[in-house]
């Protein structure tokens, strides 16, 4: 399954440290997604994006900041990060209703 | 807003037995869809329901969507331990691009 590709798909942080997770998808999709997951929240919807614009954000912290620069990609820039931010951060992608998922980047913050 | 509920959250299973997983929604859906998630893996599409009572099949998996349109089931009988994972239950919400997840239920398979 390689229609939604995430970098890197692991990446170990400081708190002090500014990093960039990526997500592409080759599937023509109008519709991108960011979740988070833990143990704590199996499936946490953080942003949307439709036809490259934000259309929903989760009462996400500042410190996660996504772009969407064109329909096919992904970022979310995370800056000042928390170790309770250590999760595995996932990206969709969808163009009706079905979300298809990239493999996603386990995060870990020290 | 939305809520998804599932139950079990965690079903023991011995393997080549059956077991039903369950998916309450708080408001009517236009469909319910189900995810299956692999220990170290993400989120894989399995199917999506629409119709009110609409029953589908996978193999060994049986998916139902209420005649309300507000739950829906899975079936898997006989499991083997390939069925191991989360399985996940989604609705989309009445506007916009979102699907409201189920907590999952973790499925374990007792050899």
């Known amino acids: 399954e390689t229609g939604v590709t995430q970098t890197p798909r692991h990446l170990v942080m400081g708190m002090t440290n500014k990093k960039s997770l990526k997500c592409e998808q080759h599937?023509?999709?109008?519709?991108m997604y960011w979740y988070k997951q833990s143990a704590k929240k199996p499936l946490e919807l953080m942003f949307v994006?439709?036809?490259?614009?934000?259309?929903e954000n989760n009462s996400v912290p500042s410190r996660f900041s996504p772009e969407c620069p064109n329909s096919s990609h992904l970022f979310l820039h995370l800056h000042t990060l928390q170790p309770e931010d250590s999760a595995l951060y996932l990206c969709?992608?969808?163009?009706?209703?079905?979300?298809?998922f990239g493999p996603g980047t386990r995060l870990t913050v020290l | 807003g939305q809520q998804v509920m599932q139950i079990p959250q965690y079903q023991h299973v011995q393997e080549g037995e059956d077991f039903t997983t369950y998916c309450n929604s708080s408001t009517t859906l236009s469909n319910i869809q189900w995810y299956k998630q692999r220990p170290g893996g993400h989120p894989v599409f399995l199917i999506q329901l629409v119709k009110s009572g609409e029953v589908k099949k996978q193999k060994r998996l049986t998916f139902q969507f209420g005649e309300a349109k507000k739950n829906s089931s899975l079936h898997i009988t006989a499991t083997q331990t390939t069925d191991v994972g989360t399985y996940f239950c989604?609705?989309?919400?009445?506007?916009?691009?979102?699907?409201?997840f189920g907590g999952g239920t973790r499925v374990l398979v007792k050899p």
């Open positions: 599937l023509g999709h109008n519709a």
């Open positions: 994006y439709s036809l490259e614009e934000r259309v």
């Open positions: 969709a992608s969808s163009q009706a209703d079905t979300q298809y």
């Open positions: 989604a609705g989309p919400e009445a506007a916009g691009n979102k699907l409201t």
